[in-house]
């Protein structure tokens, strides 16, 4: 593959794969490197604490060979992705510097003690766009003299912007989120910090398959108050005038209920009574009436606003679970990327967004731009559906089968 040549792609293969950038240090005693991320600089001392939020490492060696490199760790400053040796024990000029990402493995330089996931969280990176070149590309694009929009501030893009990422994330884009998570013994978990909605919740068994696990809609509930009551009923307030707070005996029945109980589910010892169902096996006829809904033992889970939980039957746990969930894009920097495929989504809702909340703006020109950007948000959601057609026919191939008594 070619080196960058002012394409699009900015990073070698070494870059890219392995996290890494060597120099052969000049004069200047300093090295920029070129990596689309950004180095983060705590410390140069490992026995600073410091020294852990460093996202890279650095080693030295004098002849460049593989094997040959060491850990650098004495006095050097990092300004922006400047690496600049100070002090009296910097490598001189002719020495060979490698920079190493912290990645999965440790990297391949020094006692390969680099671990991390910065180099992981890069991978696929191409297959997105930046929120900050999306605002640049619209206001080079659409702002302008002979332009749809003749001037706009820079602060009206960035909401706008903003608010079409927040609204594309709930059903456009790909911005599912999951956790890995076991059970305690208090039977729920708390609630992602960047959580806005969830979209699956599964067990995993032991070869690793995913399970549902499902919302408890028409079985319980969380309440969010729970006042204190006296005899006569009213609830009961504090010095202060404000009511007082129990706990929940709605989530404490929850959380000791046996599923068993709920889901109509015949165990061993149900079958082997179920033989002589005559002499008056209490289990016998516990499905009739049975509600479908609740026809199932993989175990349910309730949202617990109050607490900022989420609550699980008791046959959970100790159980491994993925929580799959959404966010809204902006939580986090590496959220407020785009894919490729919804850029031009993007840049019709901020072009409507923009010239709709102006006033005097032509009618018909409104309308324009909103069947537009329908238009190419329909076109994003399909792109980003990523249906295949042999994806198809292999479900389909599933709708034929003959099942034999």
């Not at 300093?30 to 689309?36: E, G, L, P, Y």
């Not at 766009?129 to 640049?136: G, R």
């Not at 919302?215 to 007082?244: I, M, R």
């Not at 096996?281 to 509600?291: E, P």
Request: glycine content about 8%; cysteine-free.
């Amino acid at each position: 593959m070619p080196i960058p040549n002012g394409g699009l792609i900015t990073e070698t293969n070494e870059q890219y794969y392995a996290g890494a950038q060597r120099f052969l240090l000049g004069a200047e005693s300093k090295v920029t490197t070129t990596f689309n991320t950004d180095l983060v600089f705590g410390s140069y001392d490992p026995s600073d604490p410091n020294y852990a939020l460093n996202n890279f490492k650095v080693y030295v060696s004098a002849d460049g060979l593989p094997g040959n490199y060491d850990e650098f760790t004495d006095s050097y400053t990092v300004t922006g992705n400047t690496i600049e040796f100070t002090g009296g024990t910097a490598p001189g000029a002719g020495k060979y510097i490698a920079v190493q990402l912290k990645m999965l493995s440790g990297g391949g330089f020094g006692t390969k003690q680099a671990y991390g996931d910065t180099v992981q969280q890069n991978y696929g990176g191409y297959s997105y766009t930046s929120l900050n070149d999306v605002i640049n590309g619209f206001i080079a694009t659409y702002v302008g003299e002979h332009k749809l929009i003749g001037d706009v501030k820079r602060t009206d893009v960035i909401f706008h912007a903003k608010r079409g990422l927040q609204e594309f994330s709930y059903d456009t884009l790909k911005s599912v989120k999951s956790q890995e998570l076991t059970i305690p013994p208090s039977l729920s978990v708390i609630i992602p910090q960047d959580y806005v909605n969830y979209t699956a919740i599964s067990y995993i068994d032991q070869l690793g398959a995913k399970h549902p696990i499902y919302p408890a809609n028409n079985l319980t509930t969380s309440p969010y108050e729970v006042p204190l009551q006296d005899d006569a009923g009213q609830p009961t307030q504090d010095n202060f005038g404000d009511n007082l707070e129990g706990t929940s005996v709605t989530n404490e029945r929850w959380a000791e209920a046996n599923d068993r109980l709920l889901n109509g589910n015949i165990n061993a010892y149900d079958y082997q009574a179920y033989d002589n169902y005559l002499t008056g096996n209490a289990f016998y006829g516990q499905r009739y009436g049975n509600d479908p809904q609740n026809a199932q033992r993989n175990g349910w889970f309730n949202m617990n606003e109050r607490d900022g939980v989420i609550a699980f039957s008791s046959n959970l746990k100790d159980r491994l679970i993925v929580l799959e969930y959404i966010s809204d894009g902006l939580a986090y920097d590496l959220d407020s990327r785009i894919p490729k495929m919804a850029e031009d989504a993007l840049y019709a809702h901020i072009l409507y967004s923009i010239l709709a909340s102006r006033i005097n703006q032509p009618e018909y020109v409104i309308q324009r731009l909103k069947r537009d950007r329908a238009a190419k948000l329909r076109n994003a959601k399909i792109r980003l559906s990523n249906i295949k057609l042999n994806e198809i026919v292999q479900v389909m191939r599933g709708k034929s089968k003959w099942i034999k008594s």
